[in-house]
C-alpha cells in the first residue's frame, strides 16, 4: 500500500528529516567503500587484472545503488532541483519507477554476482548453469513487471505546480523482489556448500590450501548468509507493517548492504585467483568424489569374491 498521510505536521518534519539522514548515511557509506576500492577499476583499466565478461554484473552491481541513492535526496527536497525545469507541471512518475528499478536491481545484481561465482564451481554442469540462467532472467521479470504497474497506483504530491516530491513506498513489489532475492540467495548459498562442504579439512582451517578456497568457502558463504539476512529482515519489516512510514525508511539500507558485500566478494575473489583456480578447485573436488566412489567399488568388488570363496 501507499503511504499518503503528507501534511505540515511536526512529526513528518521528524520523519523527513530522518530519511534524509538515513540516506545520506548510506550515501556516504557507500561512497567511502567505492573510494576505498578504486585500485580494483584502476588495475582493470591499466590491464595488471584481465577484464572477463561477468564483471560487466560487478559494475551494474556496484553503481546502482550510487544513481539510487543519488536521486533518493532530490526527490524527497522542498523541490528546488524540479523548478529548475521551467515546467508548469512535472511528472514525477518515470523517476519513482526508475528508483524502484535501480532499488530493486542493486538486490537482484548482488544475487547475480553470487550466482556467477557458483557456477564457476560446477563445470561442465550446463544444465544447471541453464536452471540459474532462468532463474536470474525470471528475476528480473520480476522486477520489470513489478514497475509499469506503479505509474497508474502512485499518487504523488505536488506542493505547487513545478514542485515533484513525496513519501512512498512500493509494497506490492517490493514483496516478490525481496521474496524472490531471499529463495535465490538460499539457493546459491545451498549449491556452494555441497560443492565445497566436503572438502573442508584441518589444512583448510590453517588456510593451507590458498586464499582462494578459503574466500570461497568461509568468506563466501558468510556473504551469502549476510545477504540472506538482509532479504529476509525486509521481507519481515512489509509483512510486519505494510502500512508503516518505517517501511519507507528501513528499506534503503537493504538495498545497499546487499550489493556492498556481494561487490567485495567479487574484488576478493579476482584479486587472489582468476576463473581457471576456481574451476581448478571445482575439478579437484569432483576427482576427489571420483576416487572416493572407484575406492568404494573395488572394496565391495573384494569384499564379495572373498565371500564368494
Not at 144 to 157: C, E
Not at 285 to 290: A, D, F, I
Amino acid at each position: 500500500m501507499l503511504w499518503m498521510d503528507i501534511g505540515d505536521s511536526n512529526d513528518d518534519n521528524i520523519f523527513k528529516n530522518t530519511y534524509l539522514r538515513l540516506v545520506y548515511a548510506m550515501l556516504g557509506l557507500y561512497t567511502w567503500e567505492w573510494a576505498s576500492s578504486l585500485q580494483f577499476e584502476f588495475d582493470l583499466l591499466t590491464g595488471r587484472k584481465k577484464f572477463k565478461w561477468p564483471l560487466v554484473f560487478y559494475f551494474l552491481c556496484r553503481y546502482f545503488p550510487f544513481l539510487h541513492l543519488g536521486i533518493l535526496p532530490r526527490m524527497s527536497s522542498d523541490g528546488s532541483w524540479p523548478n529548475r525545469l521551467n515546467s508548469h507541471r512535472i511528472d514525477c512518475r518515470p523517476l519513482y519507477v526508475l528508483l524502484y528499478i535501480v532499488g530493486h536491481g542493486s538486490v537482484a545484481l548482488a544475487g547475480n554476482n553470487l550466482a556467477l561465482r557458483a557456477m564457476a564451481l560446477w563445470p561442465g554442469k550446463k544444465y544447471l548453469k541453464f536452471a540459474l540462467w532462468l532463474i536470474i532472467l525470471g528475476q528480473w521479470a520480476v522486477i520489470l513487471w513489478g514497475a509499469p504497474a506503479l505509474p497508474g497506483g502512485l499518487q504523488l504530491f505536488h506542493f505547487a505546480p513545478t514542485e515533484c516530491h513525496g513519501w512512498f513506498t512500493f509494497i506490492d513489489g517490493s514483496l516478490g523482489a525481496f521474496l524472490y532475492a531471499l529463495i535465490f540467495d538460499l539457493l546459491i548459498l545451498g549449491l556452494t556448500l555441497y560443492k565445497l562442504v566436503g572438502t573442508i579439512n584441518v589444512s583448510f582451517f590453517r588456510r593451507q590450501d590458498g586464499p582462494v578456497r578459503y574466500i570461497l568457502v568461509a568468506q563466501g558463504t558468510s556473504y551469502m548468509v549476510i545477504s540472506i539476512t538482509v532479504n529476509l529482515l525486509a521481507l519481515l519489516l512489509i509483512e510486519l507493517a505494510p502500512q508503516s512510514r518505517l517501511v519507507a525508511d528501513f528499506i534503503v539500507p537493504f538495498q545497499v548492504v546487499a550489493p556492498l558485500i556481494a561487490c567485495r566478494m567479487v574484488r576478493q575473489l579476482v584479486t587472489f585467483s582468476d576463473s581457471e583456480a576456481v574451476e581448478s578447485i571445482a575439478q579437484n573436488t569432483k576427482n576427489r568424489v571420483s576416487i572416493q566412489f572407484k575406492h568404494t567399488v573395488a572394496t565391495d568388488a573384494t569384499t564379495s569374491s572373498e565371500r564368494a570363496t
